[in-house]
């Protein structure tokens, strides 16, 4: 059974950084991507960056140029690396992993940015 482990959110303000990271424990025997998404109080839960098992990237517009996903296949983890935050990037943060044929998330973590 797989289990993700998030860490790094936390209070910043408008303009500083951030790094979340998701860590999987257990059997990973198959990988198609893995991704954050956030949810802020209000509004649906939106994908803000994806990285597949090919290493493609993607990004919702609101955060490309300042956000960095990458992963580290040795230690089953993948980060989210946050710059130049905004207010607007207040929200409950999660990750989610499509492997093992399966969906797995995060328990998520807050991240608020203040102005």
């Known amino acids: 059974h797989v289990q993700l482990v998030e860490s790094g959110g936390g209070l910043v303000q408008a303009g500083g950084s951030l790094r979340l990271s998701c860590a999987a424990s257990?059997?990973?025997?198959?990988?198609?991507?893995m991704g954050w998404y956030r949810q802020a109080p209000g509004k649906q839960r939106e994908l803000v960056a994806q990285i597949t098992s090919g290493g493609t990237t993607y990004y919702v517009d609101s955060v490309k140029g300042r956000f960095t996903i990458s992963r580290d296949g040795a230690k089953n983890t993948v980060y989210l690396q946050m710059n130049s935050l905004k207010p607007e990037d207040t929200a409950v943060y999660y990750c989610r992993w499509d492997i093992n044929l399966g969906d797995y998330w995060g328990q998520g973590t807050q991240v608020t940015v203040s102005s």
């Open positions: 257990g059997v990973i025997f198959s990988i198609n991507a």
